[in-house]
């Protein structure tokens, strides 16, 4: 599946009870991708509750914890298809203490499903998620205006709704092309997999035909091999004396035999004589492919390097400016000593200052914080005890994002993206937070 050119990574977000669990339920369901006997377990819960229909919630509600809050507090990945595409679909938390799931979920999605309550409109939880979108490169947004049929002027609601909604991600660097709205009633399920009768003023797809057709646009911009080893393969064997290969899978571009390479962070250069898999030799293989490469040079090549194009080769360092989205309950304070893993390589880090905090309510940047709490998320100077071999996050995500794990516990501590992810955003700075 990781490899099929028509599949869609999306990610679901919104506000607590704004209705993703029954959303990813409906789609799910309209999508013919459960099974009867869930079905049947879901409806007999729901009749349990004293509901009418099934609940279609309760398909993706897996946690206990979950099913007895109404709750989603966790990241749940489903997986569903049409006959004109394949999905892999996060299903984030809305809490706000949950947004370090939001950012897990999202990061490597290529279509974000934004929900709000038509009774509610534009939150704060929407503004917070629509700004981590924005700094995670997200290239699509889809604004799906749920529980349309609980309000009593649909088209106006919906009309007031969408200009908030396309002011605010204009404000983020968001054309109005990669935005789409939508009402949905995910309940009975208007212009989720059909367009609904219900809702003449609207004459746009319905969601699942847009899922079907929007751009599968995977990178901001098209780079060269980013390969990372991860093993270095030497049998040794009778069969096999001298064979030295360097596992991994392909994190962007594409390798080809007689390629021109470069081994980062030494800086040798070879050339690629053969590209195995576990089916057989390639000629050529793409983004996402675990292959093993075979160089023409005996290059002294270890796990955590990166095989890189010649032509646009990141330039390996150990000091940059990254944004870094904290996950942990104890914040970040400067000279904070971590481990650092970029790619399949680990070093120990030093985090050098805390440059400024963004405020995603007021969209502002705040100068010179103490520290860098839970959900938060800041521009930071960072030091590497070896040279990372990194892009630019905004060039290509893969390779240009990280982690920052607690050494001694091992814990993920933040995910960072290597640049000034917050310098694309149109924002005002203060010198406080108010």
Known sequence: ?????????????????????????????????????????????????????????????????????????????????????????ADTPGHVQYTR????????AQLVILLVDARSGVVAQTRRHTAVMALLGVPQLVLAVNKIDLVDDQETAFAE???EFGELTRSLGWSPEQVTAIPVSALHGDNVATRSKNTPYYDGPALIEHLETVPNVTDPRPVGLRFPV??????????????????????????????????????????????????????????????????????????GDL????????EPAQQFTATVCWLAEKPLR?????????????????????????????????????????????????????????????????????LLIDPQGGNTLGAGLVGDALANLHLSATPELV
């Not at 869609?8 to 409906?26: F, N």
């Not at 709750?71 to 892999?88: E, G, K, L, N």
């Not at 799931?101 to 490597?108: D, H």
């Not at 390629?259 to 057989?280: N, W």
């Open 307 to 314: 095989i890189a194009a010649v032509t646009d080769a990141p």
């Open 101 to 108: 799931n939001t950012v897990s979920g999202a990061s490597t």
């Open 334 to 402: 400067p000279g904070a000593r971590l481990l650092l893993k970029h790619g399949t390589r680990t070093t120990q880090a030093i985090v050098g200052g805390l440059e400024v905090l963004f405020d995603e309510q007021s969209l502002a940047l705040i100068d010179a914080p103490d520290t860098v709490e839970l959900n938060q998320i800041g521009r930071i100077a960072i030091q590497t005890a070896e040279p990372i071999a990194a892009d630019d996050y905004q060039v290509n995500r893969e390779s240009g994002s990280f």
């Open 1 to 89: 599946m990781s490899h099929a050119p028509d599949l869609l990574r999306i990610a679901t977000a919104g506000s607590v009870d704004d209705g993703k669990s029954t959303l990813v339920g409906r789609l799910l369901y309209d999508t013919k991708s459960v099974l009867v006997d869930q079905i049947d377990a879901v409806t007999k819960a729901s009749v349990d509750r004293g509901l009418e229909g099934p609940d279609l919630s309760l398909l993706v509600d897996g946690l206990r914890a979950e099913r007895e809050q109404g709750i989603t507090i966790d990241v749940a990945y489903r997986y569903f298809a049409t006959p004109a595409r394949s999905f892999v679909l």
């Open 230 to 303: 991860q093993y270095v393969i030497r049998p040794r064997t009778p069969e096999y004396p001298d064979y030295r290969g360097y596992a991994g899978q392909i994190a962007a571009g594409r390798v080809s035999v007689g390629d021109e390479v470069v081994i980062l962070p030494s800086g040798v250069r070879s050339t690629i004589r053969q590209i195995d898999t576990a089916d057989g030799e390639l000629t050529t293989a793409h983004t996402g492919r675990s292959v093993t490469l075979l160089l023409d040079d005996d290059v002294d090549v270890s796990r």
């Open 161 to 163: 709704i969408s200009a």
